[in-house]
Nanobody
């Protein structure tokens, strides 16, 4: 069973940057497609970005040009570099394994708070 552990969240001012990490405890990380999602208070969880096992990436329109997803297979880790943060980016951020485009295994989440 894959386990995912996120880290890197915190409090940052608008315009600042954070890098989230998600470490996967599995020997099959290289074949996994991975995604980042977020859930703001009172809102549904939404997809943020994905990266395939071939390193193809895709982004939600709301973060395109500001966020970058990447992976380091040697470390079984997927990253989310977040730049030019806005207060509306405030949420709990989750990483997930993807299967047929849908999330399967979730991490516990990491809080990102952006002050104005």
């Amino acid at each position: 069973q894959v386990q995912l552990v996120e880290s890197g969240g915190g409090l940052v001012q608008a315009g600042g940057s954070l890098r989230l990490s998600c470490v996967a405890s599995t020997s099959i990380f290289t074949i996994l497609n991975m995604g980042w999602y977020r859930q703001a208070p009172g809102k549904q969880r939404e997809w943020v970005a994905s990266i395939t096992n071939g390193r193809s990436t895709s982004y939600a329109d709301s973060v395109k040009g500001r966020f970058t997803i990447s992976r380091d297979n040697a470390k079984s880790t997927v990253y989310l570099q977040m730049n030019s943060l806005k207060p509306e980016d405030t949420a709990v951020y989750y990483c997930a394994t993807l299967q047929a485009g849908s999330p399967r295994v979730w991490g516990q989440g990491t809080q990102v708070s952006v002050s104005s």
